[in-house]
């Protein structure tokens, strides 16, 4: 089934600890977005690439970093955790003109 | 920039009865309107979009929204609401023509409850 593919489902880290979220699609699609879901905000983007070789920053881009090596994977690293980065993280990625196609999630807690 | 307001947190509605989420936005130009669905500890799911053309959308699952560009709204409308509506739902707008602009910002969500 095409889609997105999101790993770790969920993950519990100590604070300090360096943590990469993963992100695979198989739709070729050029763009590719992270957000982050918290009560009451919303989501929030993090970073964004719009092609491959390509990234920016999006509304709270600090402590996250990405990079966009091929058109399928997206990672985003943690570089050294802390527990505001608690949140539900969400991968998604479209085509010029279409909406978005959404992973379903990491669950992180940093303790 | 560009902003959406949901202002509504909560939204409770009998089962049968039309429901109404509310959604405003703000952008530079023309608006690219979405709305997404989620359900408990699942992704967002795309349910309609207006670009250009009708200012009425219809979309999955029955629900469509009226986009009304005097008032910059776009709510999302069902005739008869079921149970299995109930869900927390997201609006979200980009400029279109988007150019390299093509993210997405979203409101902070309205949780839906149809009750039986």
């Known amino acids: 089934i095409a889609g997105i593919t999101q790993a770790p489902t969920s993950q519990i880290l100590a604070a300090g600890r360096r943590m990469t979220l993963r992100c695979t699609q198989d739709?070729?699609?050029?763009?590719m977005y992270w957000y982050r879901q918290d009560l009451g905000l919303g989501l929030r983007l993090i970073h964004y690439?719009?092609?491959?070789?390509?990234?920016g920053k999006g509304e709270v881009p600090d402590g996250y970093s990405v990079s966009r090596a091929n058109t399928d994977d997206f990672p985003l690293t943690l570089a050294s955790a802390v527990p505001s980065q608690t949140s539900v993280y969400f991968c998604?990625?479209?085509?010029?003109?279409?909406?978005?196609?959404f992973g379903s999630g990491t669950r992180l807690t940093v303790v | 920039a560009q902003s959406v307001a949901q202002p509504e947190d909560q939204v409770n509605v009998a089962e049968g009865n039309p429901l109404t989420v509310k959604c405003t936005y703000s952008?530079?130009?023309?608006?690219?309107l979405f709305w997404y669905v989620q359900y408990p500890n699942r992704g967002l799911q795309f349910l309609l979009k207006?670009?250009?053309?009708?200012?009425l959308v219809k979309g999955s699952y029955g629900f469509e929204a009226e986009f009304n560009k005097s008032q910059t709204s776009f709510h999302l409308k069902k005739p008869s609401a079921l149970v299995s509506d109930s869900a927390l739902y997201f609006c979200?707008?980009?400029?279109?023509?988007?150019?390299?602009?093509?993210?997405?910002?979203f409101g902070s969500g309205t949780q839906l409850t149809v009750l039986p």
């Open positions: 979200a707008v980009r400029p279109f023509p988007s150019g390299s602009a093509r993210q997405l910002t």
């Open positions: 207006y670009i250009t053309g009708d200012n």
């Open positions: 998604a990625s479209s085509e010029s003109g279409s909406g978005y196609t």
């Open positions: 690439s719009n092609t491959a070789g390509t990234t």
């Open positions: 952008v530079s130009g023309n608006p690219y």
């Open positions: 739709m070729r699609h050029n763009a």
